[in-house]
Structure formats: structure tokens, C-alpha cells
């Protein structure tokens, strides 16, 4: 078996970061072999196409954003874990040059694309999956401060909103590109979640 040509891991992170300020559909294989420094061809040869490519970059993408998600929330009380979960999203959303947005809701926007050059099922459960990972270690957090007094209300609906709201922070950073009212909005939904304790 012939060894690769490139480096696995670099050519990864070039290939998402073109993904994510172009889009699967406004991204080549030749655009991404050129900014690696690699053959087309080897991309084919290692991933098979644009679409695997695309959910192997995404797939490292998403357990990078699950570990930093989980280190934000991770220590000190429910509020600073919730805001700190909130500061890691929007800086996310917002990094790059012109902004690039939330990959997970530019794929979600591209599975509705036309036929044939859109993504597919495989790639809707790697954003399923990232999503249902997120909601899960906020309702672990949200579980452990109800432990601790400093949450009274339903762990798993609150996680729910609170993820939901995420959502459409993406959508508004699109629109109007405001960080400051993303962060606004952020510690209002943390002051609504915690409403019935004073912290």
C-alpha cells in the first residue's frame, strides 16, 4: 500500500475551514488540494469524495467543539458554566475574517440544496449527533447545579432551550452580525433559566 501524500490532520483542517466559509457546494476538491499543497487526486484516492471529506473534517470539528463545550462547562457555579458554555458558542460563531458562522447550521442549510449536491444522511446525523452531544453536557451541567441548589427547574427542557437558542444566535450572527447583542441575548436566556434562584 502506497503511503499518503499529505499530512491527514492538515489536510482536514484546511478542508473545513474552506467548508466553512464556502460551503460544501461553494467548495472544490481543487480548491482544497490547492490550499493544501496537495494532488487532487490523492484527496479521491484517500477520502472518495467531496461529501467524505467533508464528514471526516467535520466529525474532528465536532469533537474539538464537544471537548471545548465541555471544559466551559466544566467549573464554577451554574451561571458562570452557562455563560462560559454561551462565550464558547458565540466566539465560535463569530471567528474569522469575514465571520464564519456555525458550520453545523450552514450543513443544515445545504441538506435542503438541490438534489445531487447537496449533503446526505450521513452527514445529517454528524450534525444530529453534534447537537444531541451539546444538549446532553448542558443537561449534565444543569443536573449537577439543581445538585447543588442553584437549579430548580427541569434539567432536559432546559437543556432543550437553551440549545435552541443557540440555534438562533446562528442565524441572527448571519443576519445582522452583532456580537454584542448575541452576548445580550445569551445572558438573558441564563437569567430566565436561573429565575427562581438569586445567584
Request: charged residues 25%; glycine residues 10%.
Amino acid at each position: 500500500m502506497r503511503p499518503r501524500e499529505f499530512d491527514h490532520d492538515h489536510v482536514l483542517r484546511i478542508a473545513f475551514d474552506q467548508f466553512w466559509r464556502n460551503g460544501v457546494r461553494g467548495t472544490s476538491l481543487s480548491d482544497i488540494a490547492r490550499e493544501a499543497g496537495v494532488q487532487r487526486g490523492s484527496l479521491y484516492n484517500a477520502f472518495g469524495s467531496k461529501e467524505a471529506l467533508f464528514l471526516s473534517a467535520y466529525q474532528r470539528y465536532a469533537g474539538d467543539y464537544l471537548s471545548s463545550v465541555q471544559k466551559a462547562l466544566g467549573s464554577g457555579t451554574l451561571r458562570q458554566r452557562l455563560t462560559a458554555f454561551f462565550d464558547v458558542t458565540i466566539k465560535s460563531f463569530c471567528s474569522g475574517s469575514p465571520p464564519r458562522g456555525c458550520p453545523t447550521t450552514r450543513g443544515l442549510m445545504e441538506l435542503a440544496s438541490v438534489e445531487g449536491e447537496g449533503l446526505d444522511d450521513n452527514a445529517r446525523q454528524a450534525f444530529a449527533d453534534l447537537v444531541a452531544g451539546i444538549t446532553g453536557l448542558v443537561r449534565e451541567a444543569l443536573s449537577k447545579g439543581a445538585e447543588r441548589g442553584q437549579f430548580s427547574g427541569d434539567a432536559a427542557i432546559a437543556a432543550l432551550h437553551i440549545v435552541t437558542v443557540t440555534r438562533g444566535l446562528a442565524v441572527l450572527e448571519r443576519a445582522f452580525g452583532d456580537e454584542v447583542q448575541l452576548r445580550k441575548i445569551a445572558a438573558h436566556t441564563v437569567d430566565l433559566v436561573l429565575a427562581k434562584k438569586n445567584r
